[in-house]
């Protein structure tokens, strides 16, 4: 018995090829679909109808969090926790608590914008059915697939292949889960 | 383009006559080489065997590093008082190298955080190695402070850590501020070039995997998390890239300026200066450019990159040091002007003394070569002359570094009371410590061109003609 399928995978060889095909793909209105490409394709992702990434929502919530963080651990420590008075200087200013809050902003911005990348793209994922193809190698080096998966509601194997071959895809196969 | 021929009726006769300047773009991969080329010759570094020169090399790097161990080693066991700081010289060397150290990290991050917010291509043939720059230079910063503090075992204190003191830090102090300014710089640099190393590892993954080294493919993948090429993960991915650049631009701009506090916050004349910090965050991307040439010309012709090191990289890489060059002279003929103009006869003796002083070796040899060599670069012949821009590159770490040693030590070594001048010469321990942080430099550097893709094989194809939708070349 054949093992249950993930979807179809197609090869284009060129940038345009690609570009055209998602854009085929886009308006005969699948969802669960994907383009493997080793580059960041210009363009790509309005050719596959995505919507703007959120990452910088939540790269914001880790900017604030990192400035409140910053200014209230210099508050407490010096003006709460041990009160030691220094050249005669404020227990506390949001002034001098400034380049260190500014610092924390960053930092957490940093872990914030990271995290919530590997997170909106599910990784890390060291399985993937795609990853089993055997011209993956091919995907991180100077081809380009456009993956079409069989849960997306309009999948038919019969039609989506035609899709793919009239999209100008290659060498189209099914894909194991 | 076709619709820019049609005659619009409503534009006058005059405006369809002008043609919009076609503009040649830069060529950034020379030669027209394909994908595959690229990822052949990037891989081809890590996968060939090790070359002879390498392990010379390598072997060379860790003698030389050996000399940081083994005088930190004596520092430790015997006390700091090993390194030559006496009154009132209490700051020297230590100083000294941990902001040559930073400032040449930061040419890293101007490349691969302001560089790509301005869209300036070029930057990708030389980020991934800059940025490995930057991370090796911060862990040779980093020794110096944290030895300095004498009893090492207690640097944890410079951290809001709960003790049994029950104290806090002094969130006062400039040197607190640098704290944190380092450790960031030192966590978003690393977090920066593993975010750019991900597609890449995935390629060496997939490689090995082909070739039946299953341990490296393991490896490699095991750090690549499972990256696929997925275009819904390079959509979240590019934005993330983008922010990562977009925090980290004023990030490097920030931690200079916190450096420069270290000193423009004291009441001592020759540091209480509020141009220091852009002369300071000026100097740092200067000497780090400075080493980007140092490392990337002779990487180039080893490995034979010109086709993705092309003569536009290595002219844009010199006019920086022009500018940036032109820049720190121009704050040293501007302190000067202040020094005078400001009337306050303790900052005016601090710079005639910087100049003709007991140090005035030091001073001359700054300004020759920080501001004299960068000159050379105005001529085009000289930014052909790759030999004589790596020689000049040499020059402006040297000037570079004597710029701190002027700043600092001068400054402390002549303050306000004549009782209490001083002459400061460093240690053998010191020079030994000083002189090894080249050898961990060039070992953590020599093992990144060894095992890592020290080009960005994505960025790379992303900027070929061919990986244009609309089939090269054409706007959209």
Excluded at chain 2, 16 to 41: C, D, G, Y
Excluded at chain 2, 238 to 251: D, Q, V
Excluded at chain 2, 311 to 319: E, G, N, V
Aim: net charge neutral; with cysteine.
């Amino acid at each position: 018995m054949a093992a249950p399928s993930y979807g179809l995978i197609a090869t284009f060889d060129t940038t345009p090829d690609l570009y055209h095909a998602a854009a085929k793909v886009r308006d005969a209105g699948y969802r669960n679909w994907d383009c493997i490409t080793p580059f960041p394709v210009h363009g790509l992702d309005k050719a596959m109808g995505l919507p703007r990434s959120i990452v910088p929502r939540i790269s914001l919530v880790g900017g604030i969090i990192g400035f409140c963080t910053g200014m209230s651990m210099i508050w407490w420590t010096g003006a709460v926790d041990y009160q030691l008075i220094v050249g005669g200087k404020p227990l506390f200013s949001p002034m001098f608590a400034f380049p260190v809050s500014y610092e924390l902003t960053i930092l957490f911005t940093a872990f914030a914008t990271i995290g919530g990348m590997l997170f909106l793209n599910g990784l890390p994922m060291h399985y993937h059915p795609v990853l089993k193809y055997e011209h993956i190698r091919r995907g991180m080096d100077d081809q380009f697939f456009i993956v079409i998966e069989t849960r997306d509601p309009r999948f038919n194997l019969a039609n989506t292949k035609a899709l793919l071959e009239k999209a100008g895809g290659k060498n189209i196969s099914e894909l194991e889960a | 383009m076709a619709h820019a021929h049609h005659a619009d009726p409503a534009t006058p006769a005059i405006l369809q006559e002008v043609k919009p300047a076609s503009l040649p773009r830069a060529i950034l991969v020379a030669n027209n080489r394909s994908f595959s080329w690229i990822t052949e010759k990037i891989c081809g570094i890590i996968e060939g065997k090790t070359p002879t020169w390498w392990w010379v090399c390598f072997v060379l790097a860790c003698f030389v590093a050996s000399f940081t161990v083994a005088g930190i080693a004596y520092l430790i066991a015997t006390g700091v008082g090993v390194w030559g700081h006496a009154n009132p010289v209490n700051w020297a060397w230590d100083i000294v190298n941990f902001v040559f150290w930073i400032g040449i990290g930061h040419a890293g991050t101007l490349i691969s955080a302001i560089l790509c917010l301005l869209r300036q291509k070029w930057r990708t043939s030389i980020n991934r190695a800059a940025e490995a720059m930057t991370i090796f230079a911060v862990v040779c910063a980093a020794i110096f402070p944290v030895f300095h503090v004498g009893r090492v075992w207690y640097a944890w204190y410079l951290f809001p850590i709960p003790n049994s003191n029950a104290i806090w830090q002094n969130f006062r102090s400039p040197l607190e501020w640098d704290v944190f300014a380092v450790s960031t710089y030192g966590t978003v640099s690393v977090l920066f070039w593993y975010v750019g190393l991900l597609p890449d590892l995935a390629v060496l993954r997939d490689r090995f995997y082909s070739s039946g080294n299953k341990l490296r493919s393991a490896l490699y993948g095991f750090f690549a998390l499972g990256w696929r090429g997925s275009n819904r993960h390079w959509s979240n991915y590019e934005m993330a890239y983008l922010i990562l650049a977009g925090i980290s631009t004023p990030l490097v701009l920030s931690v200079h300026t916190i450096v420069s506090f270290d000193f423009a916050v004291s009441l001592l004349p020759g540091w209480h200066t509020t141009i220091f910090p852009p002369y300071f965050v000026a100097g740092a991307i200067f000497s780090g450019f400075g080493m980007v040439l140092t490392l990337m010309l002779p990487l180039r012709a080893v490995y034979k990159l010109e086709d993705l090191i092309t003569q536009y990289h290595i002219d844009c890489m010199c006019k920086i040091t022009l500018a940036t060059g032109t820049i720190v002279g121009y704050a040293y003929a501007m302190e000067f002007f202040i020094a005078w103009y400001g009337a306050n006869p303790y900052e005016g003796f601090a710079f005639i003394n910087r100049a003709f002083g007991h140090y005035a070796w030091a001073y001359w040899i700054m300004i020759s070569c920080n501001v004299i060599t960068p000159q050379f670069f105005w001529f085009k012949a000289v930014r052909e002359n790759t030999s004589f821009v790596w020689i000049l590159s040499i020059f402006v770490n040297v000037g570079m570094w004597f710029e701190r040693f002027v700043i600092i030590v001068t400054s402390l070594a002549r303050d306000f009371l004549p009782s209490s001048w001083g002459y400061y010469s460093p240690s053998i321990v010191e020079i030994f410590t000083f002189f090894g942080t080249f050898g961990v430099f060039s070992v953590l550097f020599l093992l990144f061109i060894r095992f890592l893709p020290i080009m960005p094989m994505a960025e790379l194809k992303a900027v070929t003609p061919q990986a244009d939708v609309h089939g090269g070349g054409a706007h959209h």
